[in-house]
């Protein structure tokens, strides 16, 4: 008998615990969102890193990114006249937007990295001003 009430106690105290836990939950406002049936991107902070963005206009495939780029994500593709940035081996170190002579390179505020292929998070951007490219680089 007296361990059958020692059993009830036990059972009465998580009770107590657990419905006075849920109350302070139910009580204490939200501080995470619904993501993502709310919209994010709104409240992103300004110095949020989504991927890598290239300004094609800007770059001139001078290869400094690539050299910098301590995991590889950069290659520059000069027959295509392209760069090509693998998403899935930038670990957002900024190394390459500092270097970058042209300012061409940038964070995008698009970050939702999740696919069932990573195939698509190899970008290729290609450059669009070529003559640029081509008189800049060789200066
Ligand atoms: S201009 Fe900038 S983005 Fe283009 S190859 Fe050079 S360092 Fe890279
Ligand atoms: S942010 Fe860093 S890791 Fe990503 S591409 Fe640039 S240099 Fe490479």
Do not use: H, W
Not at 122 to 137: D, G
């Amino acid at each position: 008998m007296g361990f059958l009430c020692q059993e009830v106690n036990k059972i009465k105290e998580l009770y107590y615990k657990t419905t006075s836990i849920l109350k302070l939950m139910l009580a204490r406002k939200d501080i995470t969102i619904l993501y993502p049936s709310l919209p994010v991107r709104p409240i992103l902070p300004k110095r949020a890193k989504g991927f890598l963005s290239v300004d094609t206009y800007r770059c001139n495939l001078c290869e400094k990114c690539k050299e910098v780029c301590p995991s590889s994500a950069i290659d520059i593709d000069e027959n295509n006249i392209s760069i090509n940035v693998d998403y899935t081996m930038c670990m957002y170190c900024s190394y390459c937007v500092i270097t970058c002579p042209q300012k061409a390179l940038s964070f995008s505020d698009e970050f939702e990295g999740a696919a069932k292929n990573k195939k698509i998070f190899k970008y290729k951007f290609n450059i669009i001003n070529i003559v640029k490219a081509v008189n800049t680089k060789e200066k």
